[in-house]
């Protein structure tokens, strides 16, 4: 599903070289984890796979069903099926939540030759998943993110991601900023969109995420490549060792 | 700043010039007196020239040379404005008056008459209103083009308001001749308690002088909503000046869509203690055509008034904005609470804005504010909604409504305010084709 090869990234602006060389395949229906130290460039990779502008791929490729990401416009990686859960969820003022989302949906549609939701309909879905993860109608008629709580923030993007019902959900670091209960409702929100069709990327520094949401493959990063792969045991040598002992052992 | 004897006599020239083969219109010798003394101030002061402090950021050249600069007329599909909208319509095709198309002046709660026939009643009340306010508004600020109104002007409304209406008065201004040169002056009147609200529409004229003076008195509030839009090369200056009881409010919007050149300057006393004056504007400029200027002078001369004034303007293409306002604060004017913010948001880095805020505050216990920026697209944002699969024409349409939207919140019915939005996503829109 999402096929990353030897990836080369620096920054636009000054010459410093973030991914040196990551290779990673996402297969459909799996949950891989991305855990690594400060720095290691995990957050770079959810960027230049969403398309953020601010970084030159020097090299390597990435691909959502054989589907060349890199060339494409971020609106356009999001129609192919790219969702990006943001660590830091943008604040828009002046635009409601619900014309956003219904502005987002409609646009994908659109793009993918769909036909648009209309105003009817795309109530009566947002408001029944809106109530799973706790999100009043009050919240839905907001401008986006504005005046939002940390945890009603993160609470905000598993609603687009329920919304835009991607194939390939890259979750940034969703756990900061959580407290337990928070982290569980969000936890539960994309477990339930858990199936056989959808890929998993979730980037985190601690394991307790993983208590939630459940891995199968789980990747150590670090100095912008992915320096061990393996099953969820690996988060908990992380959690209990700290990432010191793996990075001396690849060393 | 004195201005030399040369530029003193550059400006005499281009006045009398543009004097020399005009008239005043005749009437009752109250009106023949107010036009009289509005010449004299015109040549007093002069037209604007560009060196005048008020008139650095906009041209007046084409406001002053003689004939109007031919502005073509402008089709798109667009129906009506406020189709849904009861309203008293008054038609005005090139400024002349067109009783075919207006209602009749039947309201209840005010009463409406044409400038044309008041301005030759010997007795009539349009007496102590008719260049007083504009007279008034020349205290601080030169206002050699309103004056020039005063004087030249032929028709226009003049509305007595002694109830609460029903609906608003809607003035359409219709454009049909490429070389008309219009001038309309509206006089308003409400009495203690009263309460209208006035909308006005249309490109007006190639080349529009409109002036509007509101007398509010106690407890009576004013409403009024304008559209500017429609006709590229169209040029309009125009003034409201208004005089505020106690208790009363004053509530203005304006959306400026295209126009080679407007002007518009709003000149509000706060003289009754606990008054409310509000005055917004949003204006989008596409083109190097495009140049659009917000003049606001607000005097605060009660106790424990407010004064907000939100101006919001989106440019792009080599558009320019312009925005000079002022909150001047008396010194028995305590409590008082004044708020401006002007804000631009550049869509290219040929677009400018120029912006001229000032407080002048004279008493010790007030609250003012002022703010002003200029600003890109936010590329976060930007990228936020292009990560949702949002294209980016679409997304800047969205952010551009977004950054308008305070401006916009300033109108408070609904139903007037859902027309405006209309007009600015169908404006948008004929840009993304």
């Known amino acids: ?165 991607p194939k390939m959900c890259i979750l940034d670091e969703t756990d900061s900023g959580l407290d337990v209960d928070a982290m569980k409702l969000v936890s539960e929100g994309v477990n339930a969109l858990r199936d056989e069709g959808r890929g998993f990327l979730v980037i985190t520094h601690y394991q307790r995420l993983l208590d939630h949401i459940k891995p199968d493959v789980v990747h150590i990063m670090a100095d912008g490549r992915i320096v061990k792969t393996g099953g969820p045991e690996l988060a908990l040598e992380v959690e209990n060792n700290g990432y010191a002992d793996i990075l001396a052992e690849v060393a | 700043m004195a201005q030399s004897s040369k530029m003193l006599q550059i400006k005499q020239d281009v006045t009398e010039a543009f004097l020399a083969d005009r008239a005043l219109p005749k009437g009752a010798a109250w009106a023949n007196d107010a036009r009289a003394d509005a010449l004299a101030r015109v040549r007093e002061m002069g037209l604007p020239h560009g060196r005048d402090e008020y008139w650095k950021f906009t041209k007046p050249d084409s406001l002053v040379q003689l004939d109007a600069p031919k502005a073509a007329l402008f089709h798109n599909d667009e129906g009506p404005l406020w189709a849904d909208v009861d309203s008293l319509k008054i038609v005005f095709v090139d400024g002349v008056f067109d009783a075919d198309a207006s209602d009749v002046f039947a309201l209840e709660g005010l009463k409406i008459e044409r400038l044309a026939d008041v301005a030759d009643k010997d007795i009539h009340w349009a007496k102590d209103l008719y260049g007083v306010l504009e007279t008034r508004g020349q205290d601080a600020v030169q206002r050699p083009l309103a004056a020039l109104n005063t004087a030249f002007a032929t028709d226009g409304v003049v509305i007595h308001v002694t109830g609460k209406t029903r609906k608003p008065v809607n003035l359409v201004y219709l454009h049909k001749s490429e070389t008309s040169d219009a001038t309309l002056h509206h006089c308003i009147k409400l009495e203690e308690g009263a309460e209208m609200t006035l909308l006005e529409t249309g ?70 203690d606990d008054a409310i004056a509000h005055v917004a504007g949003a204006c989008v400029g596409d083109g190097k055509d495009f140049h659009h200027d917000d003049t606001v002078f607000i005097t605060h001369d009660a106790v424990n008034c407010e004064s907000r004034q939100v101006f919001k303007k989106v440019l792009r293409n080599g558009a320019t904005g312009v925005f000079q306002g002022k909150i001047l604060v008396k010194k028995d004017a305590q409590k008082t609470d004044g708020y401006q913010i002007s804000q631009s948001l550049l869509l290219d880095d040929d677009s400018q804005f ?67 939005l209309e007009r600015l996503e169908g404006w948008l829109a004929r840009r993304a084709r």
């Open chain 1, 1 to 165: 599903m999402l096929e990353i090869k030897d990836l080369h990234v620096k920054l636009e602006e000054e010459d410093k070289q973030i991914l040196k060389g990551v290779n990673l395949t996402v297969e459909p229906g799996k949950v891989h984890a991305i855990m690594g130290p400060n720095g290691s460039g995990k957050s770079t990779l959810s960027y230049v796979l969403s398309g953020k502008g601010g970084y030159e791929v020097t090299g390597g490729s990435a691909s959502l069903d054989g589907e060349e990401l890199l060339d494409m416009e971020a609106e356009e990686r999001a129609a192919a099926g790219l969702f990006l859960a943001f660590q830091y969820p943008v604040e828009i003022p002046g635009v409601g939540n619900m014309t956003f989302l219904r502005t987002a949906v409609n646009a994908q549609r659109k793009a993918r030759g769909e036909e648009e939701m209309s105003a009817g309909e795309f109530l009566k879905v947002i408001r029944a998943k809106a109530k799973t993860l706790k999100i009043d109608a009050e919240m839905l008629k907001r401008p986006v993110n504005v005046g939002f709580s940390g945890g009603e923030k993160k609470r905000n993007e598993i609603l687009q991601m329920a919304m835009l019902e």
């Open chain 2, 203 to 272: 490109p007006a004229a190639a080349r529009f002088n409109k002036s509007l003076e509101v007398e509010v008195a106690d407890r009576a509030k004013f409403h009024h909503v304008r559209v500017q839009g429609r006709d590229h090369e169209r040029r309009a200056v125009t003034g409201i000046f208004t005089r505020l009881g106690t208790e009363s409010a004053f509530k203005s919007f304006t959306l400026t869509m295209n126009g080679v050149l407007t002007r518009n300057e709003c000149v509000i006393e706060l003289t009754g």
């Open chain 2, 354 to 420: 120029l912006a001229k805020p000032e407080l002048e505050i004279y008493a010790d216990d007030v609250i003012c504010s002022h703010g002003s920026t200029t600003g890109a697209i936010d590329e976060d944002a930007m990228f936020y909604l292009q990560s949702r699969g949002v294209p980016k024409a679409e997304a800047t349409d969205l952010l551009v409504l977004a950054f308008l939207a305070e401006a916009l919140e300033e109108i408070e019915d609904e139903t007037l305010a859902e027309g405006i």
